[in-house]
């Protein structure tokens, strides 16, 4: 294997049937090795039915309570799902890094891959809170490490039936994903921001993330397929009206005439209409893929989400988008038709916004909660965006600045105590005066990041934290000056006031 390719690895996630007992091996299949078995990593193994009590067993109880009917109680909410035409009781991910070849037993690879989806598991349910999971191990006795993680998805805004139910796709909307159009829906949402937490894996094990066919997957082979089915069809149809020309007259019966009198040319006509329709989609299917170079990234986020709204497909990759060559001229006239925003004002309500809720958020998954909790919408996609109430446009978080990308707004929430913590030390120590200029700013720091009171900036050039705060600073700074003159007590704040007011009055 070269080099690149030992650095490079492909990514795997995929829905699959979610057959328990296999990934349990209770059923022991032939491409298993029994001897490996034992090293397989078993994260959580509950009873599906367990899970569902524990999960919905108050909201079914409350439910059954409302119905005046007998027959429209539910005994057994897992059995109800079971039976339903509109939803699973469960789903199943399967996640793998790398194939046979490159992460097969005995390669380099083996073990980093085994480390990096015990990472990805140790993650999936904070960054999925929706998606609760009963069932998941990491298969180390088959030819590849992956990952088999069985979850039941569920919805707590449902209008009709239990107050918390079954819904995949109700389930990833509350976590801010949307269906931008059909081939883009909730599921697609998710499993890109899935993948490309995947990708930042990788790269934290020097790795890159190798991909295939990646233009492949935003043109429609289904209509693509039906078409050429329809023109197969005719076809058949016209070579049964030429194989009657053929014959004798005599022989031909009534339907023959009509056939051969009414249809030929009709079938001529849809042949090349559907042979047409072959043609352009054939042409998309092959289209090369072209970059058109962007620099602001307002802009670029702008082009994006045209493009996506006019159905071309395109792919995002540092200051380009790569767009099929047929849509060029719709890619250029969408750019050309970019205005910036007049004033920065949403801009900075939204870094004001996400600096408060940094104090009061247990992650970075917390904080997009609160931020929804709050008016705003998300998308999450290769980049993930915001909408404040009532403004008209998305706005990339890694817009806003560098302190605004996922990363280091992670960074600031573990770093959210140290000011506050720093505050309580030295209360601890204070005298008695001072102690209540340290209780006010730590009762300014609650009221700030609950937004029961409007921060100010210190210096307006730097993002919001308590430290840039104008009124803490303006608190800190009379603390100084009580610390540095040794005052203890309020007559003596008051008499060394009149002396200073007295001194600048000789001067």
């Known amino acids: ?61 409350e439910y059954n309570a409302k119905q005046t009917q007998k027959s429209r109680r ?36 083996w073990e980093i891959a085994a480390k990096m989806l015990d990472e990805y598991m140790r993650n999936f349910e904070e960054r999925n809170p929706n998606l609760k999971v009963f069932n998941a191990v990491l298969h180390l006795d088959e030819s590849t490490p ?3 993680i069985d979850f039941v998805p569920i919805s707590r805004k449902s209008e009709r039936g239990l107050s918390v139910k079954v819904s995949m796709k109700g389930a990833l909307r509350e976590q801010g994903f949307t269906s931008a159009n059909r081939f883009q829906n909730e599921w697609a949402a998710w499993a890109e921001r899935e ?16 991909v295939k066919n990646v233009h492949r997957e935003h043109l429609s082979v289904d209509e693509y397929k039906k078409v050429a089915a329809q023109v197969a069809e005719i076809k058949k149809v016209n070579a049964h009206i030429n194989e009657l020309k053929k014959k004798s007259l005599t022989t031909l019966t009534a339907d023959d005439f009509e056939q051969l009198n009414n249809q030929n040319d009709f079938l001529r006509t849809e042949i090349q209409k559907r042979e047409k329709q072959i043609s352009e989609l054939t042409g998309k299917a092959n289209a090369k893929f072209v970059p058109l170079e ?27 988008v790569y767009i099929p060559d047929y849509a060029q001229k719709t890619a250029l006239t969408i750019a050309d038709s970019f205005r910036p925003p007049k004033s920065d004002g949403v801009r900075e309500k939204i870094r004001l916004d996400i600096d408060r809720l940094v104090y009061s958020s247990a992650n970075f998954e917390d ?33 806003l600045g560098e302190d605004y990308t996922p990363k280091k707004l992670e960074q600031r929430i573990a770093d959210r105590e140290k000011f506050p913590n720093a505050v309580r030390e030295k209360l601890n120590t204070a005298s008695e005066i001072e102690r209540k200029f340290h209780a006010t700013i730590l009762n300014l720091t609650v ?18 934290t308590f430290q840039n705060d104008a009124n803490i600073n303006y608190l800190a700074e009379q603390l100084r000056t009580i610390r540095d003159f040794k005052l203890c007590s309020r007559e003596q704040i008051y008499a060394k006031a009149e002396e200073l007011k007295a001194d600048k009055t000789a001067l």
């Open 1 to 61: 294997m070269s080099e690149q390719a030992r650095k490079s690895l492909s990514i795997s996630f995929r829905v699959d049937s979610g057959v328990i007992e296999h990934n349990n091996r209770k059923i022991v299949a032939k491409n298993v090795d029994r001897a490996r078995i034992c090293d397989n990593i078993i994260y959580c193994q509950q009873d599906i039915k367990q899970k569902y009590a524990e999960l919905f067993g108050q909201a079914l109880s």
């Open 74 to 109: 539910i005994p057994d909410y897992y059995e109800h799902v079971l039976k339903s035409t509109k939803g699973k009781p469960f789903y199943e991910v399967v996640v793998q890094f790398g194939d046979v070849e490159s992460c097969g037993l005995g390669s380099g690879n």
């Open 146 to 148: 992956h990952l088999h």
């Open 195 to 210: 993948q490309k937490v995947m990708t930042e894996i990788l790269r934290k094990f020097d790795l890159n993330r190798d």
């Open 294 to 320: 962007i620099f602001s990234e307002e802009k670029l986020q702008f082009v994006a989400a045209e493009l996506e709204k006019a159905g071309v497909p395109f792919v995002e990759e540092n200051n380009s």
């Open 367 to 399: 904080l997009l909660r609160k931020l929804q909790g709050r008016g705003y919408e998300l998308k999450r996609r290769k980049y993930l965006t915001v909408k404040s109430p009532n403004a008209e446009r998305f706005v990339r978080l890694k817009t």
């Open 447 to 464: 009221e700030i990041s609950h937004f029961k009171l409007l921060p100010k900036k210190d210096n307006s050039q730097k993002i919001y």
